[in-house]
């Protein structure tokens, strides 16, 4: 058994948290790669160490100096040398490096030392060899991931050292330089350490006990969700759950490798297993496996008595593609279609745009309709339900929830229903309420 246990931003914020970390290792030997982010927060007034790094590249760029921020940047690290007794020299490493910083220091570079100091750090305290992503973890030219190399480089390292951490959020370029990956990238750091090394878990230690059936902020102590596949995860956070950084998925999932969520402040409880699929589900399971939804959509319908849908709906699809805005979702009738848009996405380009799709369609009548919110239930086991959307309709009906438009997911994962933006987080507690029990 191995497994690669990637800790957040939150889980590395002080030297408690290191304890929790070290705990956590200790509790299972096959945790033999570990994957660090940056120190984060440590409640909620506090900053990000990545967050302070961007703040000093804008600095250095206007000419300001930002001597203040990296003195609170060292004495967080500093603070956590002393209090577990370590001996790396962040100190004069880091001191080291603020005399090279310069207006002209690639952001990237300096924003990567949250991630590398950290990880000395907590590689020293839990005894595991340090690997610095700029030697296991390479970009090509084109800015993507060279997947083979980095495949090679780190089962290499883990061969050679029997228990290693790397840093997340960066790797190197060819030419030698570092590159970050975007915000929340060491998600994606620690994917790709599982599927090189073959891992049979990859686990993703945060503070929150998995995900959770619904944002917390909307219904109250919401349900986590125990399991759920990768298919249901893409569309909860298409719908807007925040859960993974959306690359992270692709790695595992391709090497048929479980990802479980889990929270360093409560390690007993078991938190979310994604999975590729899940075969026999126990009927005590939930046949709604979680609840998302996005406000702010526009509805854009064109009316034509005897509608060519191929040939209208082509042309429709073309004029919205000039303007770069995609098609959330369409419902068509017998002579008219409706187009459900992000709206700041087309933002004041839905002006010419309706004049576009007049000129090309040719409608009897164009109508456009905003201040829309997409709310989605999805679940794996809604397929093999009769009967769930006219139960969910009724439910929403019930109370007071004007339904402006229906859309069903071709795969049957997921019903997603349009309301007005007003009524967005009754209808989440509606169907909350309703199903998830
Ligand atoms: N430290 C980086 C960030 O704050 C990467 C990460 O934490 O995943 O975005």
Known sequence: MLKVAKFGGSSVAGPEQFQKVKAIIEADPSRRVVVSSAAGKRDAADHKLTDLLYLCHAHLTYGV????????????????KEALGLRYDV?????????????????????SRGEYFTSRLLAEYLGFT??????????????????????????AALKANGSILIPGFYGRLPTGRIKVMSRGGSDISGALAAAAVGADVYENWTDVSGILMADPRIVKDPAPISRITYAELREL?????????EDSIQPVKER???????????????????VESIEADSSSERFITGIAGRRNFTILTLRKRNLNANQTLGRALEVLDRYKTPVEHITLGLDSFALVLSTATLGDGIYDAVAD????????????QDGIALVAAVGRKMTSRPGISGRLFRALGENGVNIRTI???????????G????????AIRVMYDGFAG
């Open 237 to 245: 956070a298409f719908m807007g759950a925040s859960v993974l950084h």
């Open 407 to 417: 859309a069903q997911g071709a795969d049957e994962l997921s019903i997603i229903v």
């Open 419 to 426: 309301v007005e933006n007003e009524q967005f987080e009754t």
């Open 130 to 155: 340090f690997v610095d992503a700029a030697s296991c973890v390479f970009f090509g030219l084109d800015g993507q991931v060279d997947r083979e190399k980095t495949d090679q480089a780190i089962l």
């Open 91 to 111: 100190e004069g490493e880091l001191r080291a490096f603020m005399a090279r910083m310069n207006k002209d220091m690639p952001v990237d570079e300096l924003v």
């Open 357 to 368: 799709l007049r000129s090309a369609c040719r409608p009897d009548d164009v109508d456009v």
């Open 65 to 80: 100096p930002c001597d203040d921020i990296m003195e609170t940047i060292l004495r967080r690290f500093v603070e956590i």
């Open 256 to 274: 048929g490798i479980a990802l479980n969520i889990r929270n360093t402040n409560r390690p007993e409880d078991p938190g979310t297993m994604i």
